[in-house]
């Protein structure tokens, strides 16, 4: 945690954050693990399309 304590200073102090593609991230991959093995690609493709 030393070596990277400037690192640690800089997210901190800075303004900008990346959450909001992590979030969307995170629901495709939800979706991805729930339909899987119920459909085939055009319908998990158009789930995608449906919720981002």
Do not use: H, Q, W
Not at 25 to 52: E, I, P, S
């Amino acid at each position: 945690m030393e070596k990277d304590l400037e690192a640690i200073k800089n997210a901190v102090s800075s303004p900008l954050s990346n959450g909001f593609v992590e979030g969307i991230n995170n629901k495709l991959k939800m979706l991805k693990r729930t339909m899987y093995g119920r459909c085939g690609y055009r319908l998990l493709a158009a789930k995608l399309m449906l919720r981002v």
